[in-house]
């Protein structure tokens, strides 16, 4: 073969120097070989193609016929033989098998360096999207043609198994034109489905296998009492809609004996633990509980769960039977708190904050003691304040309102005509829990027509010296 066209290339010499010299006749053998004789060595393209017809070389102007396996396309689908190349150097004539591919329009063009097989659909790199209850892709089709009746679906990856029920979805779309979104029906959190777009009958041109997001969990369905060890139990929350990574768990107690007592607890607690001690259960006792599952999306709906010391009626929030004070100045705006101290042992110098809030709504005292009250602030009333910090070992009586200030706190005088609580407040906080002590003392500051009437005949006798 290579003598050949050795010899080809001599003869085409040859008649150009013969022409050149002007000779009448040229020698008859040069004149009959003829171009078409040129052939092309089959082309060592992408190793996937397959070639029609599949020869070892092909004769110039040769049509072949181009195609790839099923979800793939050819470059060029018809390319033909052109023979020998340009020559690559002027020195030295080399010359390369050329060919020419047909494009889109129909049009012979020389094909730049090879044909490939190419995916006929393309998943737009960065376009998947997941969430708890979706997944969606954005697609484009290369080859129109190749991707007519392409059908995309999701499916469960696997068969759901108690206690995460999964439905199967009857997610199946057929993908028309040339690009765009496909959606999964909506699905299950934290579920394994897989995404596949195929070309019927069986061509798989994409498959993902994806879990949807984590969302936040179910309530919890059981929740009871141990009576005999006042224990709280509940049964575990299963991981369907994420990891269950612990519970949180808020108790309000309020005690039968020792009026006026309210402990608030807030707890995280490790997904293994089904269980928690109420603080010093008795039947006398009553309690509001609250406990949510946790996943990293954060805390489910909560489930409550209450007893009360008086089954007869169960109000919400617990009724705070505060204690009461009898040592009220109206005229000084003072009222004399009986403390004693709430940590035990009372020897243990612990800091106890004394709250005041203008009320006697249980909701809004319940609030101020596992809340997180501020320094009084005279625009921000009747909103509760933080009216002292003391270190208290031993019963004190302490005078609440007497206008002194201390560690950045002040004690405010008390407004004649106001329903009051005062709570002594003890906070200790761990990692894992807050555990807030209060008691309540509630009074009232009875309407003073003495103050009220100087404090009118004041502003009038000001409103005179301004006319003035
Ligand atoms: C996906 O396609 C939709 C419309 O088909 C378009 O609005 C969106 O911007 C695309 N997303 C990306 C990341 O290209
Ligand atoms: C329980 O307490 C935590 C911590 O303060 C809080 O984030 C959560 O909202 C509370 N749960 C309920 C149901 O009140
Ligand atoms: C329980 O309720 C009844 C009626 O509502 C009431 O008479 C009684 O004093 C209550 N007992 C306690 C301990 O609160
Ligand atoms: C709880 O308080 C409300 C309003 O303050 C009152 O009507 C109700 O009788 C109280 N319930 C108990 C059991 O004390
Ligand atoms: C008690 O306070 C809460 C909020 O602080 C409020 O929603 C509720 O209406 C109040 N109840 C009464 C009887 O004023
Ligand atoms: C009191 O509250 C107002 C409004 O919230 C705030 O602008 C001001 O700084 C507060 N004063 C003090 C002493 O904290
Ligand atoms: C309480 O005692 C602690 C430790 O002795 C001390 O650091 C703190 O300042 C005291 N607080 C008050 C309000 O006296």
Same mark, same amino acid.
């Given at each position: 073969?290579? !003598?050949?066209?050795?010899? #080809?290339?001599?003869?085409?010499?040859?008649?150009?120097?013969?022409?050149?010299?002007?000779?009448?006749?040229?020698?008859?053998?040069?004149?009959?070989?003829?171009?078409?004789?040129?052939?092309?060595?089959?082309?060592?393209?992408?190793?996937?193609?397959?070639?029609?017809?599949?020869?070892?070389?092909?004769?110039?102007?040769?049509?072949?016929?181009?195609?790839?396996?099923? %979800? *793939?396309?050819?470059?060029?689908?018809?390319?033909?033989?052109?023979?020998? +190349?340009? /020559?690559?150097?002027?020195?030295?004539?080399?010359?390369?098998?050329?060919?020419?591919?047909?494009?889109?329009?129909?049009?012979?063009?020389?094909? $730049?360096?090879?044909?490939?097989?190419?995916?006929?659909?393309?998943?737009?790199? @960065?376009?998947?999207?997941?969430?708890?209850?979706?997944?969606?892709?954005?697609?484009?089709?290369?080859?129109?043609?190749?991707?007519?009746?392409?059908?995309?679906?999701?499916?469960?990856?696997?068969?759901?198994?108690?206690?995460?029920?999964?439905?199967?979805?009857?997610?199946?779309?057929?993908?028309?034109?040339?690009?765009?979104? *496909?959606?999964? $029906?909506?699905?299950?959190?934290?579920?394994?489905?897989?995404?596949?777009?195929?070309? /019927?009958?069986?061509?798989?041109? *994409?498959?993902? #296998?994806?879990?949807?997001?984590?969302?936040?969990?179910?309530?919890?369905?059981?929740?009871?009492?141990?009576?005999?060890? @006042?224990?709280?139990?509940?049964? $575990? #929350?299963?991981?369907?809609?994420?990891?269950?990574?612990?519970?949180?768990?808020?108790?309000?107690?309020?005690?039968?004996?020792?009026?006026?007592?309210?402990?608030?607890?807030?707890?995280?607690?490790?997904?293994?633990?089904?269980?928690?001690?109420?603080?010093?259960?008795?039947?006398?006792?009553?309690?509001?509980?609250?406990?949510?599952? !946790?996943?990293?999306?954060?805390? @489910?709906?909560?489930?409550?769960?209450?007893?009360?010391?008086?089954?007869?009626?169960?109000?919400?929030?617990?009724?705070?039977?505060?204690?009461?004070?009898?040592?009220?100045?109206?005229?000084?705006?003072?009222?004399?708190?009986?403390?004693?101290?709430?940590?035990?042992?009372?020897?243990?110098?612990?800091?106890?904050?004394?709250?005041?809030?203008?009320?006697?709504?249980?909701?809004?005292?319940?609030?101020?003691?596992?809340?997180?009250?501020?320094?009084?602030?005279?625009?921000?009333?009747?909103?509760?304040?933080?009216?002292?910090?003391?270190?208290?070992?031993?019963?004190?009586? *302490?005078?609440?309102?007497?206008?002194?200030? +201390?560690? +950045? =706190?002040?004690?405010?005088?008390?407004?004649? @005509?106001?329903? =009051?609580?005062?709570?002594?407040?003890?906070?200790?906080?761990?990692?894992?829990?807050?555990?807030?002590?209060?008691?309540?003392?509630?009074?009232? !500051? %009875?309407?003073?027509?003495?103050?009220?009437?100087?404090?009118?005949?004041?502003?009038?006798?000001?409103?005179?010296?301004?006319?003035?």
């Amino acid at each position: 073969m290579a !003598l050949q066209l050795l010899g #080809l290339s001599f003869l085409l010499v040859l008649v150009s120097l013969l022409a050149a010299q002007g000779q009448e006749e040229p020698d008859p053998k040069v004149q009959g070989v003829p171009w078409e004789t040129e052939t092309c060595q089959r082309p060592r393209w992408d190793s996937r193609l397959r070639l029609a017809p599949d020869q070892e070389s092909y004769k110039k102007n040769e049509e072949v016929t181009l195609s790839c396996p099923e %979800g *793939f396309h050819p470059s060029f689908t018809h390319v033909k033989c052109e023979g020998k +190349g340009q /020559p690559m150097s002027h020195r030295q004539p080399v010359y390369t098998d050329t060919w020419w591919g047909k494009d889109s329009r129909g049009v012979w063009t020389r094909i $730049p360096s090879s044909v490939e097989c190419i995916d006929v659909l393309q998943v737009v790199p @960065g376009t998947l999207e997941i969430s708890s209850t979706s997944i969606k892709l954005n697609w484009t089709c290369r080859f129109p043609d190749a991707c007519q009746r392409m059908q995309a679906t999701c499916r469960l990856a696997e068969p759901s198994s108690p206690p995460c029920e999964a439905e199967e979805v009857k997610g199946e779309e057929i993908l028309h034109g040339q690009e765009g979104t *496909f959606t999964c $029906p909506p699905l299950q959190p934290f579920t394994d489905y897989s995404v596949t777009i195929s070309l /019927p009958p069986s061509t798989i041109l *994409f498959t993902w #296998l994806v879990r949807t997001e984590e969302t936040v969990p179910d309530k919890l369905e059981k929740l009871w009492l141990d009576p005999n060890t @006042g224990s709280l139990q509940w049964k $575990p #929350l299963p991981s369907c809609k994420g990891e269950i990574i612990g519970y949180q768990l808020n108790i309000t107690a309020r005690r039968a004996r020792d009026g006026g007592f309210l402990e608030v607890e807030r707890l995280r607690l490790s997904s293994s633990v089904t269980e928690h001690l109420l603080p010093e259960h008795s039947p006398g006792n009553s309690y509001v509980v609250t406990i949510q599952g !946790l996943t990293a999306a954060g805390a @489910g709906a909560a489930s409550l769960w209450e007893f009360h010391a008086n089954s007869s009626d169960t109000p919400h929030p617990l009724n705070i039977s505060c204690r009461s004070i009898r040592d009220i100045s109206p005229s000084q705006g003072t009222a004399v708190l009986p403390l004693r101290p709430i940590a035990r042992p009372p020897e243990l110098a612990r800091e106890h904050q004394l709250i005041v809030a203008a009320t006697h709504n249980s909701t809004a005292v319940e609030g101020a003691c596992s809340g997180d009250p501020q320094p009084f602030n005279a625009s921000w009333q009747p909103g509760a304040y933080v009216a002292a910090v003391l270190n208290l070992t031993a019963p004190t009586d *302490f005078v609440l309102g007497d206008g002194t200030h +201390g560690q +950045g =706190y002040y004690n405010a005088a008390l407004r004649p @005509g106001s329903d =009051y609580t005062a709570l002594l407040r003890l906070v200790r906080r761990s990692q894992q829990a807050d555990k807030i002590s209060c008691v309540c003392y509630s009074f009232s !500051l %009875g309407i003073l027509w003495f103050v009220l009437s100087r404090k009118r005949k004041s502003s009038l006798s000001s409103k005179a010296k301004e006319d003035n």
